[in-house]
T-cell receptor, first 110, second 114 residues
């Protein structure tokens, strides 16, 4: 089976940097994805890591360490609109389906 | 392009009633998925279709059936609704290039079973 662990809540102030961690246990790991979901909305794709290292997309970066079964999402220059839930997800080799973590609710305060 | 569309947006059922949730995508994606999301939780995969003509069970398939009608459409049927199926249902699709890691989600169907 697969399992993912991420903190349930994180609070930060506008303009700050926040890191959301994700540890996973899975057989045949293929890659780690991150999704954002605003209250009442649909999940939207943020980033994907298949190889070790850091991937940067604007204010958001995602990191993966395959040897540690660990990744994180880094959000810089936080804005109020970044208040949302963030989900990590893994895909096993040979399957197109994702398994999602239970999500981290980020609250950005002024 | 509309992306992924779902109907209906809201639905209230009585225990034992049946209904079909509709999903369509216009991105020419091969793979489509149905998830459910309970309050404060992540998404759990119900069924998916890697390509037209194929379907596979996900993590929580009991009480549901699916039909991949054609490349565009993937429907989810509840034959005899139960209160435990009260949830938000999301349909998603993904293209061949991204292998399923980048999925595009519809707006969701909010289902209440009384």
């Amino acid at each position: 089976g697969q399992s993912l662990e991420q903190p349930s809540e994180v609070t930060a102030v506008e303009g700050a940097i926040v890191q959301i961690n994700c540890t996973y246990q899975t057989s045949g790991f293929y890659g780690l994805s991150w999704y954002q979901q605003h209250d009442g909305g649909a999940p939207t794709f943020l980033s994907y890591n298949a190889l070790d290292g850091l991937e940067e997309t604007g204010r958001f970066s995602s990191f993966l360490s395959r040897s540690d079964s660990y990744g994180y999402l880094l959000l810089q220059e936080l804005q109020m609109k970044d208040s949302a839930s963030y989900f990590c997800a893994v895909r096993n080799t040979g399957r197109r389906a994702l398994t999602f973590g239970s999500g981290t609710r980020l609250q950005v305060q002024p | 392009n509309a992306g992924v569309t779902q109907t209906p947006k809201f639905q209230v059922l009585k225990t034992g009633q049946s209904m079909t949730l509709q999903c369509a995508q216009d991105m020419n994606h091969n793979s489509m998925y149905w998830y459910r999301q309970d309050p404060g939780m992540g998404l759990r995969l119900i069924y998916y279709s890697a390509s037209e003509g194929t379907t596979d069970k996900g993590e929580v398939p009991n009480g549901y059936n699916v039909s991949r009608l054609n490349k565009r459409e993937f429907s989810l049927r509840l034959e005899s609704a139960a209160p435990s199926q009260t949830s938000v249902y999301f349909c998603a699709s993904s293209g061949q290039q991204t292998g399923g890691d980048e999925q595009f989600f519809g707006p969701g169907t909010r289902l209440t079973v009384l």
